[in-house]
Nanobody, 121 residues
Framework: QVQLVESGGGLVQPGGSRRLSCAAS????????MGWYRQAPGKQRELVAT???????NYADSVKGRFTISRDNAKNTVSLQMNSLKPEDTAVYYC????WGVGTMARMDYWGQGTQVTVSS
């Protein structure tokens, strides 16, 4: 069993900042990549940012220059620093981990329960 627990969501004013964190725990052998996705009401879940164990990052065009993803491989945690937030960033943010579980041969995706971020004045 693998669990992902997110924290840091909430209400923030436009132009403000927020930091999301996610910790992975359980029967983990190795994590290849971790990331953040988001889903706004009535829209499909979309990629926000990902980071590999080697530190390679990928960002959605809509958040480049505003959001920064970071990772602590030793602690199996990933964070998302969100600056210059806009109302269109309002969504449920989900943590994702692409990993090998203990005793498994193939990588699998795991998801957190999601944390709401609302950008509004």
């Amino acid at each position: 069993q693998v669990q992902l627990v997110e924290s840091g969501g909430g209400l923030v004013q436009p132009g403000g900042s927020r930091r999301l964190s996610c910790a992975a725990s359980g029967s983990i052998f190795s994590i290849y990549a971790m990331g953040w996705y988001r889903q706004a009401p009535g829209k499909q879940r979309e990629l926000v940012a990902t980071i590999t164990s080697g530190g390679s990052t990928n960002y959605a065009d809509s958040v480049k220059g505003r959001f920064t993803i970071s990772r602590d491989n030793a602690k199996n945690t990933v964070s998302l620093q969100m600056n210059s937030l806009k109302p269109e960033d309002t969504a449920v943010y989900y943590c994702n981990a692409d990993l090998w579980g203990v005793g498994t041969m193939a990588r699998m995706d795991y998801w957190g329960q999601g944390t709401q971020v609302t950008v509004s004045s």
